[in-house]
């Protein structure tokens, strides 16, 4: 049996389902929203982090052999030359 998961990051949550390959059932899934207030349009990117560790706190991965990801789209993070963040993810 393989066990995979699907890590989707939107505007306001991180959901994780993990699968078995063999008969696509659905093992565990994790779920937290983002720490941002609502209807916010600029979020520190901290936020998506912080959701994707409680999202997958537990043991939830183990035994994942792939991760396909999908997230939101639109998104902009500006950072400076050595990476750093300037301001707010847009």
């Known amino acids: 049996m393989g066990i995979v998961?699907?890590?989707d990051s939107?505007?306001?949550f991180t959901h994780?389902?993990?699968?078995?390959?063999?008969?696509?059932a659905v093992l565990?899934?994790?779920?937290?929203?983002?720490?941002?207030e609502a209807k916010?349009?600029?979020?520190?990117?901290?936020a998506w982090l912080l959701s994707l560790g409680e999202a997958a706190?537990?043991?939830?991965l183990e035994g994942v052999q792939a991760i396909g990801v999908s997230a939101q789209q639109?998104?902009?993070?500006?950072?400076?030359q050595q990476g750093n963040?300037?301001?707010p993810a847009l």
């Open 10 to 12: 939107s505007s306001a």
């Open 28 to 36: 565990r899934e994790g779920y937290a929203a983002h720490p941002v």
């Open 16 to 24: 994780i389902v993990v699968c078995d390959t063999d008969s696509g």
């Open 57 to 60: 706190s537990g043991g939830l």
């Open 74 to 80: 639109h998104g902009l993070v500006p950072l400076d």
């Open 40 to 46: 916010a349009s600029e979020v520190d990117p901290q």
């Open 5 to 7: 998961a699907g890590l």
């Open 85 to 87: 963040l300037v301001r």
